[in-house]
């Protein structure tokens, strides 16, 4: 027999809870509720013939429906599951940026860069560094005027601000010029990685980092390393943007 809805007591939309008794159904599996049986014959001239019928009970056992469906699922689920893998290829972009020739390369420019900004900031910061301890000096011998002393403090403050926005500025530059290294990297080796991923036979490429586990026969990680040294071995970066605009004025 089918089963109603459950529904608390009082409630015209609830049916019978599992396991009660009730009056015998209709034949044809049809209660109360059920959409009535019939056949739209009697339509009109360009009308459909669709039918609207109950669904009738299922003769086959529950537990044995759900047991075939168990052991057909690994059948169904083998060849596309097989079919995706083969598609798929993984890459360590950490690797290829550290092992490569040419990634070496492009952090030895960004390093010349970093290196560059820094020599300019600690030759700043020793000008103030000076230029303190100079007023602290004719401060202890005497030689200069509480309000000469005065106006040289104000400067000095002045100065720091002035060079802690050029620090920012400068912290900023070098971000920049990281990301625009990793850029121009990526866009070189693309076209050998894309080679590479096709040679694999595959036609998706994920990274390796994004990944909780991934099958080792995936890994193109190696061979993309010697296909890019064999092709690319330097490259010359911008690590700035480019300027729009009237140059901007000297530090």
Not at 100 to 120: P, S
Not at 187 to 209: F, M, N, R
Not at 222 to 249: C, F, M, Q, R, Y
């Amino acid at each position: 027999p089918r089963r109603g809805r459950a529904g608390p007591p009082g409630n015209p939309v609830g049916g019978r809870r599992s396991g009660d008794a009730g009056p015998p159904l209709p034949p044809g599996g049809q209660g109360p509720d059920a959409l009535p049986s019939r056949a739209m014959s009697d339509h009109g001239p360009g009308e459909s013939d669709l039918k609207i019928m109950t669904p009738q009970p299922s003769k086959v056992h529950p537990m044995r429906a759900i047991s075939a469906l168990l052991l057909a699922l690994p059948l169904l689920l083998a060849a596309p599951l097989a079919a995706t893998a083969a598609e798929i290829a993984v890459v360590d972009t950490n690797v290829l940026w550290n092992d490569t020739a040419v990634g070496k390369d492009v952090q030895a420019q960004l390093k010349t860069f970093q290196q560059t900004v820094a020599d300019d900031l600690k030759t700043r910061e020793d000008g103030l560094q000076k230029k303190a301890e100079d007023l602290r000096k004719k401060k202890d011998e005497l030689t200069i005027t509480e309000a000469a002393f005065n106006q040289g403090v104000q400067e000095l403050r002045q100065d720091g601000a002035q060079f802690d926005r050029y620090v920012q500025m400068n912290s900023q530059r070098v971000n920049v010029a990281n990301q625009l290294a990793r850029q121009q990297f990526y866009q070189a080796i693309e076209p050998i990685l894309l080679k590479v991923t096709k040679d694999q036979k595959a036609s998706v490429l994920l990274e390796a980092g994004q990944l909780l586990h991934f099958e080792p026969s995936l890994d193109i990680t190696k061979k993309a390393v010697s296909a890019i040294d064999k092709s690319l071995k330097t490259l010359a970066v911008k690590l700035e943007p480019e300027k729009e605009g009237p140059s901007a004025p000297a530090q």
